[in-house]
Structures are given as structure tokens and as C-alpha cells.
């Protein structure tokens, strides 16, 4: 049972242009979701966070949007740059005393091409 | 400031040995927690500790694994008897205290584990 989907396996995109990486959850329980990057042979390293609370929360290229009603979510990357090129996880966890508790979704495969 | 330290970053086992995989935390760090990325898939919990104390390990198979985090040294999770289903990367990480919210775990870069 996979409480955090990410849908698109892999996405590519030219340098400059927007980036959009979706992800949907089934728990509602979950209140606070997260972005990760990967690079390969390193680990996840946190991007971005939103509180469930919220429905956007920005920090310079990377915008995350949230849907609770369609407990959907999605970060926006403009402008897209090569460097961006790297797996991205959409995590959430639930509040409470295991808040600590991440899920993971798959991942989608970002390519930024010059 | 040292990220947090896995090793080895490659273990190769047959089927019934043990397999130690070491996870040093971030300087002052004393709360750990160790996730599973099996094939195309996404990371998933496992357990989490502090100094010298298990307190979440809901997300291990109660057979075979086990972890501790002693007063000194580093942090150790334990696979006996592997399987080739056990082949996964295992990734430690870190945070000051209990985590919240959960950013600020801090990730190692893993252990991939192969079971021949």
C-alpha cells in the first residue's frame, strides 16, 4: 500500500523552463510533506517543506504547492537549471508523537537539458 | 563539520551471513533513524534511536534485523542470516533532537547492501 505516489517516473525539461514534479498522498493523518533531492551514490538532502496548514510556500526557484482536498501536492522549479538534474522524493509524515516517521514516495528523474 | 558517516558504501554477502552496517552521525548529533530503499522504490522507515535506546521500530522485520546505538561509537544495524530479498540501499541520518518537524533529518549516502 503506497501512501505517497509520485506518478511520473521521470521528467525532462530544457534549462529555463519550469519544472513540475507531482505528488499524491492516500493518508490523511499526514500533516506536514517534504521534497528531498538525490544525487547518485549520495543521500536524500532535504529542498523544501509545507506544513499542511498552508497551501504554498516558497524559497527562491522552488515553490511547493498544496491540495489537501485533493491531497495532491507539487514543486515548481523556474527557472530550470542543469545542475537541478537529480531524483526528487515527495515524504510526508503524520503529526503527533512519530512525526519523525518519513514516507517516501518513489521518486521522479529529473533531466534539465542545456 | 562532518556530514553523517555510513560504511561500508558497498557490502556484498551470501545468503546466510550477516551483514553490519555502521552509521556515524552528524558532531552532536544523538538521534538516529535508518530507512530501506528497496529497488524502484522509495525509502522506508525502519527504526529510530537514541543513545543506548530503541524507540520506534515498528517499520523493522521483527526476524533477522536488529539495531542499537551504544553510549560510544556508532550506530549499528544488523541483518543476520541474509536473504536475497534484503538486497537494498540503507540509509542513516541524523538529527539534533526528536525531529520536528522532519526536515531536519540529515541523510548519510547509504549502504547498498547485494545479496549473491
Known amino acids: 500500500d503506497q501512501q505517497v505516489k509520485q506518478n511520473s517516473p521521470s521528467l525532462s525539461v530544457q534549462e529555463g523552463r519550469i519544472s513540475i514534479l507531482n505528488c499524491d498522498y492516500t493518508?490523511?493523518?499526514?500533516?506536514?510533506f517534504l521534497w528531498y533531492k538525490k544525487y547518485p551514490a549520495e543521500g536524500p538532502t532535504f529542498l523544501i517543506s509545507?506544513?499542511?496548514?498552508?497551501d504554498k510556500n516558497e524559497d527562491g526557484r522552488f515553490t511547493v504547492f498544496l491540495n489537501k482536498s485533493a491531497k495532491h501536492l507539487s514543486l515548481h522549479i523556474v527557472p530550470s537549471q542543469p545542475g537541478d538534474s537529480a531524483v526528487y522524493f515527495c515524504a510526508a509524515s503524520e503529526g503527533g508523537g512519530s512525526n519523525y516517521k518519513l514516507t517516501f514516495g518513489k521518486g521522479t528523474l529529473l533531466t534539465v537539458n542545456p | 563539520n562532518a556530514g553523517v558517516m555510513q560504511n561500508p558504501r558497498h557490502l556484498v554477502r551470501r545468503r546466510g551471513q550477516e551483514a553490519r552496517l555502521r552509521c556515524s552521525p552528524m558532531?552532536?548529533?544523538?538521534?538516529v533513524y535508518w530507512y530501506r530503499q528497496l529497488p524502484e522504490e522509495g525509502l522506508k522507515f525502519m527504526v529510530y534511536l537514541q543513545k543506548e535506546n530503541i524507540i520506534d521500530e515498528s517499520g523493522m522485520p521483527k526476524e533477522r534485523f536488529s539495531a542499537e546505538f551504544p553510549k560510544e561509537g556508532p550506530s549499528i544495524l544488523r541483518i543476520q542470516q541474509v536473504v536475497r530479498g534484503d538486497s537494498a540501499a540503507y540509509f542513516c541520518?541524523?538529527?539534533?533532537?526528536?525531529?520536528?518537524?522532519?526536515?531536519?533529518?540529515?541523510f548519510g549516502p547509504g549502504t547498498r547492501l547485494t545479496v549473491t
Open positions: 509545507i506544513s499542511s496548514i498552508k
Open positions: 558532531k552532536g548529533h544523538s538521534h
Open positions: 541520518a541524523s538529527s539534533l533532537k526528536k525531529t520536528v518537524p522532519s526536515y531536519e533529518q540529515y
Open positions: 493518508n490523511s493523518m499526514f500533516d506536514y
